[in-house]
């Protein structure tokens, strides 16, 4: 019972108000071929809806998918709106799987369009014949166009500008990401418009990342992980400058951006930020300008130290969590005014923890007895619910026990949780090995290793590495008689995993350490390698 | 189509998380003796439940109304969750009305409850024969508990901490507020949960108040209007230390909470500003910690010259518009960065107007020849829709005219708009009368007026006042032979106006100017009488 007029959170007035109230704010974004490429928040609004034309004048039916392969630049963010507001489904593709993975998604996914940037065709060629596009849009930098594909910019030409947009409700869907944070097959989560905007105007909150008219914001996560990490929506619901900086995010590219585009606000996982302070430190002075940023930071846990060093150059990181299931972000870690006047160390050990949940995020721990008290000691698997939280995988069956049968998503951390409601990630309870914020199984690399002839069992555990934050050390156990090398193993690995996710050594023992059940010690095996020197390092 | 699971946008998580993620943050609250009570939102969750226990315990049931009857307090703020985490309405009552009107008000309602302050028992008792409360509780500053009513905290005590609260819908009715900005009755809007959080997060929002957990707001809007602004749920949300500030708003008493209690941010109508910069210049150098403050300024027009006179004192003014039906936030004035090396004048002629929408609001301007084109120059009337707009009034048969054929509310107010979105309000095309943040009818004055026998012809016209900024003029035509003073037409309509709505002067005329088609030409009469000297100032 209530008199207020019913309005839908889309993403249709948003793009309409970007347009108008800010339509002079820029959109910059860096080419494969290092040009640039600058239109501001009015031509983003006519080509964003063009694109919503011309997948109508496609036929492209209610809740349809369409593909994206590309890097973080305008046409990317063109199919934020475009594909959402035609009516679709947005289906961005992780172009650092394995080949037979990304198959696997577009088919699962059914995407009948895809878009796909002229410098990513290498990798689409590698699973091209496993899938079926009905027509490919090809942004392009450089090249020519191949035969039966068509140019995206050609093709955005067609529009008149006279369309009328499909209604839309706020539970239809607007985007869908694949997580592969899970054993087995990727699973597939769904955002509905309302998922969309309430994530980003709960981001835009000052104690979230305080994001305005008056940022400029470089976007140095990827825009196929769960939307940019929605930061381009939060960008087009205040009107900030929006950076974003295509396929080169080394060290000295990011620099030069955050210092070139006055940048007063980034995001991207830790790698990129431990690459920031190495070439900062190597080259003191050389980049004058690079302060006064916040760096949101997530993806996986941020150290102490990277935190230290990064305030020692005026770049203050601030940790965040989330996963595709969370939409991402569900915790974020800023100073509470009462710790102002703590020592700095114990400041700096809140904000390496994971922070406070946003509101209409509810967290909890649960360990075989039940919930666990929230004492910041007791350790248990972090559960979530909230007003962006997944309840469901798309069309996955057997995946209910991801969710409690109350209703709460099983994130497969581990966590305590403050009496103050602050949690501190401590382990993962999957096995679960991340690498420069991308997740790599080891239970599926577990599964592959043994499937050849010549091993016995094998283990693959996470280990601490300078530069990636974890890469996965395959253990193994060869049969009696049997033979093998790392050489042999990694490549008879590589016929179904990217090679970013192959165990970078292999070590042959003669046994592995077990529990009294008979499973795999892990614990004790990381603590024995936790000082692996990594060969490549 | 989506796999996000249903989380409905209520009061419910937000009061859990304040209590939990700064249980310790606090709210403070001047009472009418002049004390101060100082608790946290620890206590006030604790509280607050024990409200809506009681409430259950009393028997409400779901939409059910509870009135309130008071000043801006911790007692009242307890209502603002208590209530609506019962089930039922929360209706705080405008206690500047007339009794006729609040009895009206009540009756319209069908309010079951009422908690009351005990210095406002008074203002009750006016109107308490006209209206039946099943049960009355008094919040008790001082002096005995009158036969047949309750006291508020001995009620409260009666809570176990144990109970079931009923499940929330978003669409469950949260509160309600009455507006008399309308000619004819006074009108009521039930805001529901949904409207409540969504205009809670566009308030908290950088580029409309950036309140945060780091701010300490000073509510000076009064809490029985449209939920105080909103403001008290935004500091909930982001746990801001919260002052009410009880009845004393006169100049001194702000000052001396802006100082004391270290305010970083406050609201109020422009009176109250006007008020304190006057003092402020009466007083220099008496209040030396009074300034980095914002304020949000709206109720009626801010004055350029206040805004210049408030940014002499780092008191910077944030004008905003909006209304009972917009709940109320619907636009704010902030300088755009483009605008950084504009000239002074032309950044407070900016200022000045009441700025850009809030994301999720949409507005236009239509003249009887259709919409009208935003230029900065063509004028019509306002309209507006949007996630936290009123569709209709509560239980008001033929009020419909107040909404466009497809569906826009008709705000009553004449506005141009900028091409860039940017509104400022022009006139009022109902002939409204807004003194010191209040809404008085002409059309209801001169009805009452013609209604005196001696009376033949009334107009009403609202004229600039240095305080109050308008007041009411009445300009009146006797029948022939008959003779009055401006003190019996006062008292006359005394008995059915509250005080503050009496005009403040009555001049007696030959006749009036009208249109050709007879209508009366009020525009002229106001230019007419554009510099009237009030005769109380």
């Known amino acids: 019972m209530h008199t207020m007029m019913e309005y839908p959170l889309t993403l249709a007035p948003l793009l309409e108000r970007a347009g108008k109230s800010f339509g002079g704010a820029e959109i910059a974004s860096r080419l494969p071929d290092r040009s640039w490429r600058r239109y501001d928040y009015r031509e983003f609004r ?29 046409a990317h963010f063109e199919t934020y709106f475009g594909v959402p507001l035609s009516g679709g489904i947005l289906h961005p593709l992780n172009l650092r799987l394995h080949p037979n993975e990304i198959a696997f998604i577009v088919n699962h996914a059914q995407d009948r369009f895809l878009i796909v940037d002229d410098v990513l065709l290498p990798v689409l060629e590698k699973f091209r014949e496993q899938v079926r596009f009905e027509r490919i849009f090809v942004v392009r930098h450089s090249g020519p166009l191949p035969p039966g594909m068509e140019d995206y910019d050609e093709w955005l030409k067609q529009a008149t500008g006279n369309v009328t947009l499909p209604a839309l409700a706020e539970n239809d869907g607007a985007s869908m990401c694949y997580t592969s944070g899970t054993t087995g097959n990727p699973k597939g989560v769904i955002y509905a418009h309302r998922t969309v905007v309430l994530q980003s105007m709960a981001a835009a909150m000052v104690d979230t990342t305080a994001i305005c008219r008056r940022d400029n914001i470089l976007v140095a996560s990827s825009m196929f992980h769960v939307n940019g990490w929605c930061l381009p929506y ?3 619901l205040v009107g900030a400058k929006l950076v974003l900086p295509g396929p080169l995010l080394d060290a000295e590219s990011v620099l030069n951006i955050l210092e070139d585009e006055k940048i007063t606000i980034a995001c991207g996982v830790p790698t990129i930020w431990m690459a920031v302070v190495e070439m900062l430190e190597k080259h003191p ?3 004058k300008r690079a302060h006064d940023i916040r760096v949101m930071c997530g993806g996986s846990a941020a150290p102490e130290f990277l935190i230290r060093a990064l305030d020692r150059h005026r770049i203050r990181l601030i940790h965040a969590w989330g996963m595709t299931e969370t939409a991402p972000t569900a915790t974020v870690s800023r100073l509470q005014p009462e710790m102002d006047n703590w020592p700095e160390d114990r400041k700096y050990a809140v904000r390496a923890k994971q922070g406070w949940p946003l509101p209409f995020v509810e967290l909890r721990i649960m360990t075989p007895a039940g919930e666990a008290p929230h004492d910041g000691q007791a350790v248990g698997e972090l559960e979530c619910r909230g ?8 069309n996955a069956p057997g995946t209910d026990d991801r969710w409690s049968p109350d209703g709460w998503f ?4 581990m966590a305590a949780i403050d009496p103050d409601g602050c949690i501190r990630i401590a382990d993962r309870s999957k096995d679960m090995i991340k690498s420069g914020g991308e997740w790599i199984s080891s239970v599926d690399l577990e599964n592959a290793l043994i499937s050849h002839p010549a091993v016995r069992e094998a283990a693959v555990v996470a280990i601490h590495h300078p530069k990636w934050q974890e890469r996965p050390l395959a253990v193994v156990v ?22 970013w996710q192959l165990p970078d050594d292999v070590v042959f023992v003669n046994q592995l350490p077990h529990t009294s059940t008979g499973k795999l010690l892990k614990a004790e095996l990381r603590k024995q390698y936790a000082t ?3 060969s490549g390092v």
Chains 1, 2 share one sequence.
């Open 234 to 236: 939060v960008a087009a």
């Open 478 to 499: 060869l049969r009696d008689h049997e033979k093998s090398s790392p050489e042999e193993l990694r490549s008879f690995l590589g016929e179904r995993f990217a090679k």
């Open 285 to 287: 002075g050389r980049w």
């Open 532 to 534: 692996w020197k990594w």
């Open 46 to 74: 006519r080509r964003s809806l063009a694109l919503a034309e011309c997948l109508l004048a496609a036929g492209i039916k209610k809740h349809e998918r369409v593909a994206t392969l590309m890097w973080n630049h305008y």
């Open 410 to 413: 099983r994130t497969g951390d």
């Open 387 to 394: 007003a962006w939280i997944a309840g469901s995988y798309y």
